[in-house]
């Protein structure tokens, strides 16, 4: 198993990742630093050796792409979910708080035909 993709939170204080188990896991890895030099001295502190995930989300199949909502804050739960899209299945919206699946779209080609 291993780590596809990662997407910082339009906040800064998550990290999104998609791995090849078809999982997306969420991390919130500490407080948002003031500026990148600090956010990269807090991870060179030896209890960031291994972050846990607090949230995990199984899709269906081979996960394509990832996304957070462009005006994600976590000090407003209602803004905070993300996005991913999968081999044969829709686009899901996903809360980031709970997991639970907000909604999800289908996509469709230019003769209004179903697309995967």
Known sequence: ???????????????LTSSDDNVVRLFEP???????SKLEEEWRLPHHDRVKSIL??????????????PTMTSSDPSSCCFFSTSR?????????????????????????????
Do not use: M
């Not at 995990?56 to 909502?69: F, M, N, P, R, S």
């Open 1 to 15: 198993n291993f780590v596809k993709d990662v997407k910082w939170s339009p906040d800064g204080l998550c990290l």
């Open 30 to 36: 500490g407080g948002a630093a003031e500026d990148s």
């Open 56 to 69: 995990k989300v199984q899709e269906g199949e081979t996960i394509y792409d990832l996304a957070w909502l």
């Open 88 to 116: 044969d299945n829709p686009v899901h919206v996903w809360d980031a708080f709970t997991g639970s699946c907000r909604g999800s779209y289908c996509a469709y080609d230019d003769a209004e035909q179903l697309t995967a």
